[in-house]
């Protein structure tokens, strides 16, 4: 924020100043706070449950859901009872923006690097092994290969200068070496479920899939493979050039991988788990695109009017029955969806502010609308076996649909309020 605050003539004590042809501005920006790479492995640890600041992606294992508080860890939550889901405790990980689970090992990003934790038990968490450096472009500027450094923070500086009308510059005023802009990072299933008995379910907007003792992570451009046979151990394997940018979901199906990206849906088969083939894709408008698949049917959202681009807002259901040619069957309008999830028949969308839809997807050509859950704006979910977990900004929303035309919110974590 910038104002200024200029000569008053009418006041004398400001007039020596205005004779000086000066003007007073006020500025706020944010300066970097460093770790070093060790000082940020050190801060790996439990704690009890702590406030939801930032919720993002979720993974669902047994009775514990894990979630990312974005750039700061994993909130484990007890879903025993899911009408009243319970915080055990906290995993500290800076820098974790996604995670996947490979039955007690979970796998998350620590800035440019991948880190395995075994949560056998998810009260007294341990740090099994480092993958340094396999995330390069993941934090734009927040890791400086030269200094080994990383940003821990953004603290908030307050400051004045005095500035000649000549152009002139005094005061008490610094740049950081990327100026005044505080860099920040674009966060951006059962039948649909991308998961099994041993890896955790994870939610549509998850950049981490778990398939065949493989672990697949995808970036802005790029497909990684880790070898996961040795789960507390991961191996790298490669690197595969997608030749697409604005890549944002990965989706693991019957040896396949279904990627989500701004201008379309990408295919890779996965039958040789070390080395994915592009079989198909299917392009769209520029927009958000999380997708999952269902037998021979492709669900893909579209939200525009993002920083994704484009001003589409829909469902597009696709035929994947051919991989190396998919077609759209039909396009449904929606307000503004983003995640998605599948049991059964029954499709699930996350709407904007309309809330959490409820479809009835059994003939892909005429999907029909159950029921609409409002009041709140969720961001992704998971449903499985008669229950939703939905992620919005103000909370984790728990819902009930084993009655489908009754579905309702059962329960509710809180976000704490800034």
Partial sequence: ????????????????????????????????????????????????????????????????????????????????????????????????????????????????DLVTIDITDPRNVSVKQFLNGVFPHRYYGAFSADTGKVIKKWVKVDTVITRRLNGSVSGNFEFDARGLTMWSSFRFSAASFSGTATTGIAGSTARFGLQQNRLYTVSHDDLKVFNVTKADAPAFVKKVDLNQGGIETLFPYRNNLFI??????????????????????????????????DGDIAYVTLQGGSFCGG??????????????????????????????????STLFICDGT???????????????LIKTISGFEPDDVIAYQGYALAVAKDGIYFIDYRDLTNAKVISKIQVAQN
């Fill in 1 to 112: 924020m910038k104002t200024l605050r200029y000569c008053l003539l009418a006041l004398p004590i400001l007039f020596v100043s205005c004779m000086k042809d000066t003007v007073k501005e006020s500025y706020s920006f944010y300066r970097p706070v460093y770790q070093t790479k060790d000082e940020v492995k050190a801060g790996i640890r439990n704690s009890p449950s702590e406030s939801i600041t930032r919720p993002g992606k979720i993974v669902l294992m047994g009775n514990y859901l894990f979630l990312n508080d974005v750039d700061k860890g994993i909130h484990v939550i007890d879903l025993t009872d899911v009408s009243q889901p319970q915080k055990i405790a906290f995993i500290h990980i800076p820098g974790c923006v996604d995670i996947a689970i490979n039955g007690n090992n979970l796998y998350a990003d620590c800035y440019t």
């Fill in 354 to 368: 309309d809330g959490l839809k409820l479809f009835n997807a059994s003939d892909a050509s005429n999907i029909t």
């Fill in 260 to 293: 989500g990206g701004q201008s379309g849906m990408y295919i890779y088969n996965a039958s040789n788990p070390d080395d994915p083939q592009k079989l198909g894709q299917f392009v769209h408008v520029r927009a958000c695109d999380p997708v999952i698949a």
């Fill in 311 to 344: 001003f589409s807002n829909q469902l597009d259901v696709v035929n994947i029955k051919s991989l190396t040619s998919p077609q759209l069957i039909k396009t449904y309008p929606l307000k503004s969806p983003k995640g998605l999830s599948k049991d059964g």
